[in-house]
């Protein structure tokens, strides 16, 4: 079975920083692009940003110039470096397959929280 493994979330101040990883099989970045998608308390799951195997970047306006997602091929993980982070940013933040239209089997997720 596909394991999506996410890291690196924690609790920051507003203004601060964080950058998640995403490990996954490697057959799977060798297929799929990847993106990164939250969850707030009460809302729906909504993409973050996303990153083809081409490097074509596309982000959600909420973040678009406080977040940068990248990938690493060789390592088999993306990453989401998160600037000026807002309490709105707050949520369970997940990874998995970008732009083919259906998802992978979810990870745990790693929650970012925002708060001063």
């Known amino acids: 079975q596909v394991q999506l493994v996410e890291s690196g979330g924690g609790l920051v101040q507003p203004g601060g920083s964080l950058r998640l990883s995403c490990t996954a099989p490697?057959?799977?970045?060798?297929?799929?692009?990847m993106g990164w998608y939250r969850q707030a308390p009460g809302k729906q799951r909504e993409l973050v940003a996303g990153?083809?195997?081409?490097?074509?970047?596309n982000y959600a306006d909420s973040v678009k110039g406080r977040f940068t997602i990248s990938r690493d091929s060789a390592k088999n993980t993306v990453y989401l470096q998160m600037n000026s982070l807002k309490p709105e940013d707050t949520a369970v933040y997940y990874c998995?397959?970008?732009?083919?239209?259906?998802?992978?089997?979810w990870g745990q997720g790693t929650q970012v929280t925002v708060s001063s």
């Open positions: 990153i083809i195997r081409g490097g074509s970047t």
């Open positions: 998995n397959a970008y732009g083919f239209g259906g998802f992978l089997p």
């Open positions: 490697g057959s799977i970045f060798s297929i799929y692009g």
